[in-house]
């Protein structure tokens, strides 16, 4: 093959794995809401497969800057390796595991706490953005739009042991679609300049 071609062919190539890569990167979101209660939440699949219970867990729905968040309440079961898995009983919804980073403060009972000085029955309040399935805590009491991302983990083992190991294989389709055709292209200009 010429040089030319093989430039064109490693084109192709890169524009397929852009694709592919940004079309995986498009997260769906947590949830939508047409209005601002629970009863107008609709949970994605992600959720509901993450954390089953999430519906029953929602203290209310809030607006921030054009975008929706669902309110949460719990109360803290354990504090495992000096915060960095912290067990929340959420009010009305079960158990999560939180997995902090070990240098997180929250705002908690009025002041600035460090996630490793959290105790057992300490009153959390959270939000889960519309568009992020993630703890998410004010860095204030007052309505700030600057927050704390946590990740969650879910607590039951077997609940973790069902979920799926991908995100699934629409992205992976899109790139080998998108391969082949710019092959099949490459291929035919190959034949025509010979």
């Given at each position: 093959?010429?040089s ?7 084109a192709?190539v890169?524009?397929a794995?852009v694709s592919a890569?940004?079309?995986?990167a498009k ?74 980073p ?16 959290l ?5 959390l ?17 007052t ?8 990740p ?19 992205p ?5 679609g ?17």
């Open positions: 093959m010429s030319k071609v093989m430039t064109t062919l490693s192709a890169l524009i794995c890569t940004s079309a995986q997260e769906n979101p947590s949830f939508t809401a047409v209005t601002n209660n629970c009863d107008s939440v609709t949970w994605s699949e992600t959720a509901l497969a993450t954390y089953p219970t999430i519906a029953s867990a929602c203290q209310g729905v809030e607006e921030r800057n054009g975008k929706r968040y669902v309110k949460f309440s719990g109360t803290v079961k354990s504090n495992k390796e000096q915060g960095q898995r912290l067990v929340v009983n959420f009010k009305d919804g079960g158990e999560v595991t939180l997995t902090p070990a240098d997180t403060n929250l705002y908690v009972g009025g002041k600035k706490t460090p996630i490793a000085d105790a057992r029955g300490d009153q309040n959270f939000y889960i953005a519309e568009d992020r399935l993630a703890a998410q805590f004010p860095e204030t009491e309505a700030s739009t600057r927050y704390v991302i946590v969650i983990v879910v607590h039951d083992q077997q609940q973790l042991a069902s979920l799926p190991h991908t995100a699934g294989p629409l992976l389709l899109a790139l080998l998108t391969f082949s055709l710019s092959l099949g292209g490459l291929v035919s200009l190959y034949r025509r300049r010979r």
